[in-house]
């Protein structure tokens, strides 16, 4: 039996793929057993939803870090929260399995929790560094330096955003404005936590990266030569699994228990004509962007599908007529229902490889962090997407809902010749996602070889 702890940062955007990837490892290898550790928060969250796997139980800390409602609103204090107070009980859960059977093998960490590393280092047992963004991110962080020398950090954007920087190993060019908000904008005062966080992964075992190799080929290489470990790109670290089967057959996607049955809804959508708008699970925008982004979007007359976290109060007058609206749904079921054409999308990672695999072209409204670098390689690298909001030099601007309006139109018009071309470009970038999941694809190897490398306990 091979006893993995797999130990998340407490959010949706990285609780949720550590899930599917643990949920992939158990399904690889019946003899895999894993423990996912959670604030008690996180699991009255989750638990309900997970909690059914035979092989995956769940452990918790208590609730020593700001709650998942408000950590959107002082950023810096949960940042420093996670980095400093989850050691303790974490500690105190390995104390507590480690006097049971079986033993832990290893722990997967999210790069995040950079202490995690230490914990396992003292303990001789194995880590495995878990990294839930782009693996072109992951190249950027670590070479951080290389902005420094090159006169790129610190700097004004409004300034020189425009200027290019070719120097990270494996990343396509790409404009200053275009690098993650860390760097120069919002969430600055989180970098040096982020740069010891990516530096700490020399000293664990092993690199996991929610990247799918095919997708950013070079810098997975790149990766893969620089350290002295195993790096293995596993992604997307997407549900898939849940819905392989069912993908070509719409209606058999409907969820029977589904309180707001909005499948019945989307059924009843012609195809690719739908939509989906979705922000995340934290960030919000202004009020104010958010006014023109309802209006525009409206306006424009395009039937859409809005996730709306609870917060209805742009609906208020009820006007939904070729729309709907939820508080959330089961989100890549939804992108792959036929009649979705299109997603609004605020660039969260696992949003953007949802939409990668389901083949659903973006409109991108990145709002922070690595979502900026994120808009850029669905627009330029993949060109799978249009941009509705133009990276940030200087000072925040406003979209418009009149440009919305019109950008909308064009988007979802399937007869455009723009538009048809990047279809079939997010045609193309989803075989090679749904390939790299199939049997003997590259994600799917990677999992079996990192399996094997716990079993064998070859790490170093
Ligand atoms: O109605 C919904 C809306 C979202 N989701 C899920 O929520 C998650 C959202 O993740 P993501 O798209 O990555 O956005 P965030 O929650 O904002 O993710 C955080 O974590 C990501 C991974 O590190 C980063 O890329 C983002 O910038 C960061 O904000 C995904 O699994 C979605 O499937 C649902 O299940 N239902």
Not at 16 to 45: A, D, G, Q, Y
Not at 123 to 144: D, K, Q, Y
Not at 305 to 326: A, E, L, P, Q, Y
Request: net charge negative.
């Amino acid at each position: 039996m091979c006893h993995i702890v797999a130990l998340p940062y407490p959010g949706r955007g990285h609780i949720n793929p550590m899930m599917n990837l643990c949920k992939l490892l158990v399904s690889r290898n019946p003899n895999v057993f894993i423990t996912f550790v959670v604030t008690e928060e996180w699991l009255s969250f989750i638990g309900s939803g997970h909690g059914n796997h035979n092989n995956i139980r769940f452990e918790t800390i208590p609730n020593v870090i700001p709650s998942e409602l408000v950590r959107a609103r002082d950023f810096l204090a949960f940042v420093e929260s996670v980095s400093t107070k989850m050691e303790a009980p974490f500690e105190k859960v390995l104390d507590f399995l480690q006097v049971e059977a079986p033993v832990v093998s290893a722990i997967i960490v999210d790069t995040f929790l950079a202490w995690a590393v230490d914990v396992g280092n003292r303990r001789n047992i194995p880590v495995a560094s878990f990294w839930s963004m782009s693996a072109s991110l992951f190249s950027v962080f670590h070479h951080f330096e290389l902005l420094v020398q090159n006169g790129h950090f610190p700097v004004e954007l409004s300034e020189r955003g425009e200027e290019v920087v070719d120097y990270i190993p494996g990343l396509a060019s790409t404009k200053l404005a275009d690098l993650p908000t860390i760097f120069y904008g919002s969430g600055r005062q989180t970098l040096q936590r982020a740069l010891e966080s990516v530096s700490k992964v020399s000293k664990a075992q092993c690199l996991l990266l929610s990247s799918v190799y095919e997708l950013e080929a070079k810098v997975n290489d790149t990766l893969k030569a620089k350290f002295p470990f195993p790096v293995y790109p596993i992604g997307p670290t997407i549900p898939y699994f849940e819905i392989k089967r069912n993908l070509l057959t719409p209606t058999s996607l409907n969820i029977k228990n589904e309180p707001d049955n909005y499948f019945h809804w989307l059924d009843s959508q012609p195809d690719s004509s739908v939509l989906y708008v979705s922000l995340g699970s934290l960030w919000s925008v202004s009020s104010v962007q958010m006014d023109e982004i309802v209006a525009g979007v409206r306006n424009s007359g395009v039937r859409f599908f809005w996730v709306s976290r609870g917060d209805t109060s742009w609906f208020k007058d009820g006007c939904v007529d070729r729309g709907i609206v939820v508080p959330w749904c089961d989100q890549l079921k939804v992108l792959c229902h036929s009649s979705i054409g299109g997603f609004w999308t605020h660039c969260g990672l696992n949003s953007t490889l949802e939409a990668a695999y389901a083949g659903v072209p973006m409109l991108t409204f990145p709002i922070m962090m690595d979502q900026v670098p994120n808009s850029k390689l669905i627009v330029e690298d993949w060109k799978i997407g249009w941009r509705v909001k133009k990276p940030e030099i200087g000072s925040e601007s406003l979209v418009t809902r009149d440009e919305i309006t019109e950008l909308v139109k064009r988007f979802m018009d399937l007869n455009n010749d723009e538009r048809k071309a990047m279809s079939k470009r997010a045609r193309e970038v989803q075989e090679i996602c749904q390939e790299a999941v199939a049997e003997n694809g590259s994600s799917i190897t990677n999992f079996d070889a990192f399996l094997n490398d716990i079993s064998l306990a070859h790490f170093n």
